[in-house]
């Protein structure tokens, strides 16, 4: 029999235990292990079994809780736990202390105080917090529940917001012949650590978002509290709407560009009042800034120019300056190809009748949204056009955003494109293995020294222990599932040994992450992993977008591979990557391997898990890792940057990787006194000091404070003064610009150089400037130089402001840089107390 219907019932908790509700909702356990002891105490056997608090309550026999009802010592615990749960909820943390500590220098009064902001609303696609709460599909999911986790452990005032897709992931299984099956359970949010939001009376409250043909899209609101941090789901599975409309949020990265864009629309403005909707009701504080984790998100942005222009009455280009200045944005692409695109038509459907934005003049929306092609409507071009601050995810990624979106700012050089860099972190409390936090302190405070070789290597052994048994039990299950009898199936209990070299690749599978660039020499790997004093052994797991039938033949090359007889017992596919396994893979592999096309990983953060638990890094230098390699915390793959055909490329850093692996990581990892590596140590050592504190979440979110909220929020404090005055004049000084910009020039200009200088010497330019009907206040002069190119490009520079002398004309005196053949000339900015950056309204008039 079918059922028509499925909800789940909540346990009623007896009065004595009403606590363990709380600590069971909050997902603050999920990275309080005290907090994981008190549920595990109930029933171990469930505990261990659905490994979920809230599962755990509904599941327990009810005489098991009355007899926990009566039992002094447990209700003690409980106590003590609810109370650290409610310091950590309402202490003071870093943001306080950071706030307290600027709010004594703003009192000396030099210059404007900055501001920290109050509130900052965090808006993604998915959220990967755990897997209690399966809603996200990959590393940008996990990447923004690091960052809510993170943020709630330093008190930074965040509130996330998101869509709650009844299907928020797929489960992935393999058919007999190695091809990826999906499922996609469904998810019921009573069941979920999930509350709605709520009138007084008890209904719903629900989101309207108006659709063409004067339908309206409705959607309830989930709260997740991920400690301090509220995260707001949207759910459009609401009685009242439209069938189509119900399904808007069924699955995460499902169904066609009207499906999408549905979902962008849902996310971004529905969000937005969402977040109206919670802080009038809770009291808590609006948000000042907002923080678009990738360009899906954009549309938020719209709906605060909506609110600007009907509420305060400002015109488009007012409203757009106090948006800008609020907000935040990331991108995490490096290829042209993974940036989300819609075309016209389709933007115009939603957009173009004026029911979604009213007061919104469509053809500005389509504004922001331009791109090359004219029939496109690019929401990472939104993303930056609504932005006055955005950002990569690493250094070489900001990198290569300057050199992918610098169209945008015409006549700048890529370095001076104003996007800027934040490297990824990961959340150290939820990766780090408990018993690594256990024997060597947390991170930056670790104590390795007092640690001896034998103790740490023995740490090691036991999570690489761990790993063989999950690898021996997900074989033997994923092979069940392929159809095989259990008869057949005893091998499974000795497939990996607990003592051999153990490396993982584990990650989506985009042709870019080349997960088969392993099998390129099948031969040598086979050679690699049977080697017979130094074997390696391979765990290799991975889910591919269920529309792209490429990855799935990636994985069924490695599944065929792994298959064999012959070498099934060194290397496994292992199917259902998320982050229940990668726990177990980021903990117990030596090495953590992750060879990308370089430049195209944009970050990558699975390396950094490992990292956190002594894992040594063997990867292509590419995002994190191109920045924090150094030489001696793990291994560089060569790359074959300038090789143009890939299938040579792959060949040739396939070959790197072979010749890594046997001649550099095996040795090393085999070479023992009395029984231990000491050499592999002191690299293991090395990585759990050097990195353990740099890939922390808590260092990103600590950077987007100090970067981007701070500044921004005190951008926005002055946008929004007297009556939005800052705004205002921003938008009158565009339009003025606009028109005097293309008849602005630079008429001359002169260095005052005798002979020969030296490197250093003071060297006097003039510079003389039609300023158009501008007045000097609405620029900046500025001379620039540095080195020259045989056809005079300039490179290397240096800028200096230049001042108006007497006559009109400016002047200033440059030290002179390099030594070698310079060059020199002078250009003009605009220049206004709103802007971030010189290069942010992608105007420059330059000499010549
Ligand atoms: C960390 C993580 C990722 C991201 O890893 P990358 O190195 O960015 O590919 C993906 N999935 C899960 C389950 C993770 O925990």
């Not at 793959?637 to 490329?649: E, H, K, S, W, Y």
């Not at 005190?714 to 009556?723: C, G, R, S």
């Not at 005097?740 to 002979?755: M, N, Q, S």
């Amino acid at each position: 029999m079918k059922a028509v219907r499925r909800f789940t019932v909540r346990a009623g908790l007896p009065e004595p235990l009403r606590e363990l509700g709380t600590l069971a909702t909050n997902l603050r356990w999920t990275w309080h292990p005290p907090t994981q002891e008190l549920f595990a105490a109930i029933d171990q056997g469930i505990w261990q079994r659905v490994g979920d608090p809230l599962r755990l309550l509904a599941e327990v026999p009810a005489n098991r809780l009355e007899q926990l009802a009566t039992d002094g010592e447990f209700l003690a615990r409980a106590d003590a736990l609810s109370r650290d749960l409610r310091d950590y909820l309402t202490g003071d943390r870093w943001y306080q202390h950071r706030r307290a500590e600027l709010a004594g220098h703003g009192a000396e009064g030099n210059g404007r105080a900055d501001r920290m902001p109050s509130s900052i609303a965090y808006f993604s696609m998915e959220f990967g917090v755990t897997e209690a709460l399966p809603n996200y599909s990959g590393g940008l999911g996990v990447l923004a529940g690091d960052h809510l986790k993170a943020a709630s452990d330093l008190g930074v005032p965040l509130i996330g917001v998101g869509l709650l897709y009844r299907s928020g992931y797929f489960r992935q299984s393999l058919s007999l012949d190695g091809w990826q099956v999906e499922h996609y359970p469904v998810i019921d949010p009573n069941g979920l650590p999930l509350e709605p939001l709520t009138e007084p009376s008890g209904a719903p409250i629900l989101v309207h978002v108006a659709m063409p043909g004067g339908r309206v899209l409705r959607a309830r609101i989930w709260q997740a509290r991920v400690g301090r941090v509220p995260l707001l789901l949207l759910d459009s599975d609401v009685d009242g709407n439209d069938d189509d409309l119900r399904g808007v949020t069924d699955r995460l990265y499902g169904g066609d560009q009207n499906h999408r864009i549905r979902q962008e629309i849902l996310a971004g403005i529905g969000g937005v009042r969402a977040v109206r909707t919670y802080c009038e009701l809770t009291g808590h504080a609006q948000p000042e800034v907002f923080h678009t984790n990738e360009g899906h998100a954009g549309f938020l942005g719209l709906e605060r120019l909506r609110e600007l222009m009907s509420g305060q009455n400002l015109s488009f280009d007012e409203a757009l300056s106090a948006v800008r200045a609020g907000t935040v944005f990331t991108t995490h692409t490096p290829v042209p190809a993974g940036i989300d695109r819609f075309p016209v038509d389709l933007v115009q459907h939603y957009f173009g009748d004026g029911a979604l934005l009213p007061d919104v003049d469509f053809r500005r929306v389509l504004g922001l949204g331009a791109e090359d092609n004219p029939g496109m409507f690019n929401m990472a071009h939104m993303g930056l056009r609504l932005a006055q601050r955005a950002n990569g995810v690493s250094k070489l990624h900001g990198e290569v955003s300057r050199d992918m979106f610098g169209a945008l700012w015409p006549g700048f050089d890529t370095a001076e494109v104003p996007i800027t860099s934040v490297t990824n972190g990961v959340h150290g409390p939820t990766w780090t293995a408990r018993e690594v936090t256990e024997s060597i302190g947390e991170p930056g405070e670790t104590h390795l020294a007092d640690v001896s070789d034998s103790a740490l290597w023995n740490l090691r052994c036991e999570l690489r222990r761990r790993l063989v048994g999950e690898v021996r039990r997900r074989v033997r299950d994923a092979w069940l599932q392929r159809g095989a009898s259990p008869l057949e199936l005893a091998w499974t209990d000795t497939v990996f040994d607990p003592d051999v070299l153990t490396v993982g690749f584990a990650r989506r599978v985009p042709t870019y992450k080349r997960l088969t660039l392993m099998l390129r020499d099948q031969e040598r790997l086979r050679h690699l992993l049977l080697h017979s004093e130094r074997p390696v052994q391979l765990v290799v797991a991975g889910k591919s977008h269920p529309a792209d039938d490429g990855g799935k033949a990636l994985i069924q090359q490695i599944v065929k591979f792994a298959d064999d007889p012959s070498v099934r017992h060194r290397i496994a596919f292992l199917p259902d990557y998320d982050m229940s396994m990668a726990r177990y893979l980021y903990w117990g592999c030596d090495v953590w391997l992750n060879n990308p096309t370089r430049p195209l990983e944009a970050c990558g953060t699975s390396g950094m898990k490992a990292a956190l638990n002594g894992g040594l890094n063997l990867s292509i230098r590419d995002g994190w890792w191109d920045e924090f390699y150094d030489g001696s915390n793990g291994w560089a793959i060569p790359t074959a940057d300038g090789v143009g055909d890939p299938l040579r490329r792959d060949d040739l850093e396939a070959a790197a990787l072979y010749e890594l692996l046997g001649s550099q990581v095996a040795p090393l990892f085999y070479d023992r006194t009395d029984g231990v590596p000491a050499q592999w140590l002191a690299m293991v050592r090395h990585t759990l000091d050097s990195l353990g504190p740099r890939v922390q979440a808590s260092r990103m979110v600590q950077e987007y404070v100090e970067s981007a909220y701070k500044p921004a929020a005190t951008a926005v404090e002055l946008a929004h003064a007297e009556d939005y005055r800052a705004a205002r004049e921003l938008a009158s000084y565009r339009d003025r610009l606009g028109g005097a910009w293309p008849h602005v020039r630079v008429t001359h200009c002169e260095l005052d150089l005798h002979g020969a200088p030296v490197l250093g010497e003071r060297v006097r330019v003039r510079a003389s400037v039609d300023l158009a009907g501008l007045s000097p206040a609405d620029v900046v002069v500025q001379v620039v130089v540095g080195r020259v190119t045989d056809n005079d490009e300039l490179y290397d520079v240096v800028t200096v402001p230049m001042s108006p002398a007497e006559d009109g004309a400016y002047a200033a005196e440059v030290p002179l840089p390099h030594t070698g053949t310079l060059g020199a000339t002078a250009r003009v900015l605009p220049r206004h107390e709103l802007l971030a950056s010189p290069a942010e309204l992608g105007r420059v008039v330059v000499a010549g």
